[in-house]
């Protein structure tokens, strides 16, 4: 006798990475049982504020935010959106040096944002002006804030709009960590599911990333539709940085790399308490 369906609501945002992380849940291919899972999009801002509510049972976001919600949700294993030496991009209209940030009025995606917490630590004395993501390009060619915090399709086409590099924080990491990738975003599950449904529902995202991985071009035609103005090469080159072998596992160095940005956060006074980072797949870490 089947069982009645349990309904699982999966935030991510509506860009090509994520579309194509979630493609083979999304399009039916793997089977999800008893499962069915919904998904809800939007801006990765929008999905950290919910999850302080515990508003979904599954949901990307921020390593930053995670902070803020390790009381009630765990990291799973896989979903992790790494920078290998590169990451969210600082831009101007034109040459600035990083040492020229300080005092600079900065147009940021979020404060709860990974690459907000990437700024500050970066350069501290900066003054922040939130603005949606996908407008601060617009908002520093027309002058409104002396440099942009970049995040998804615009660290590849800033320049299109005729902006200069000041800095890459993904770059600037690795420098200062020995090479860590810079840990930007995550998949939490939260922990009042229970272990054995956490454990079917890690198993099935897990899944859904493989497939992508190894349907390549099915995933791509899926994910161009978020892709916001990137051509196909463009596209499969920025999904490439965010979803990848890191994708499916974090690895020893990953899950350090989240331990050690958490820590600094704290340590320089952004965030209010160390964190306790759990994975879903840490012995004892669904037992208070």
């Known amino acids: 006798m089947r069982q009645n369906p349990r309904t699982i609501r999966v935030g991510h945002s509506p860009d090509s990475d994520d579309a194509f992380m979630f493609y083979a849940l999304a399009a039916g291919r793997i089977d999800t049982g008893e499962l069915r899972f919904i998904h809800e999009l939007q801006d990765i801002e929008t999905l950290n504020r919910r999850a302080l509510a515990g508003d979904l049972e599954v949901s990307a976001v921020s390593i930053h935010a995670f902070a803020y919600l390790s009381e009630r949700y765990v990291l799973l294993p896989h979903g992790a ?23 600079r009025r900065v147009a940021v995606p979020g404060t709860m944002t990974s690459a907000y917490l990437a700024l500050k630590l970066f350069q501290p004395d900066v003054e922040c002006e939130v603005v949606p993501f996908d407008r601060i390009l617009e908002h520093v060619a027309d002058g409104r804030a002396d440099a942009g915090l970049i995040i998804h399709e615009a660290q590849l086409t800033y320049a299109d709009a005729g902006l200069s590099l000041v800095a890459d924080l993904g770059e600037w990491w690795a420098g200062e960590t020995g090479g860590l990738p810079l840990p930007l975003g995550g998949n939490v ?7 054995e449904l956490i454990e079917r529902v890690s198993d099935l995202l897990r899944e859904s990333i493989a497939y992508a991985l190894s349907h390549r071009r099915a995933a791509l035609d899926h994910a161009q539709q978020y892709a916001r103005g990137l051509g196909r090469e463009q596209a499969d080159e920025f999904v490439g940085m965010y979803v990848n072998e890191r994708t499916l596992d974090y690895g ?10 958490l820590d600094r956060g704290f340590e320089a006074g952004l965030i209010p308490r160390r964190v306790t980072v759990r994975f879903a797949d840490d012995a004892g870490a669904l037992i208070d």
């Open 252 to 261: 020893e160095d990953g899950r350090r790399a989240v331990r050690l940005f």
């Open 81 to 103: 959106s790494m920078g290998e030496g590169y990451g969210p991009r600082i831009v101007a209209r034109g040459p600035m040096r990083p040492a020229e940030l300080a005092g």
């Open 189 to 195: 599950i939260r922990t009042d599911l229970g272990l």
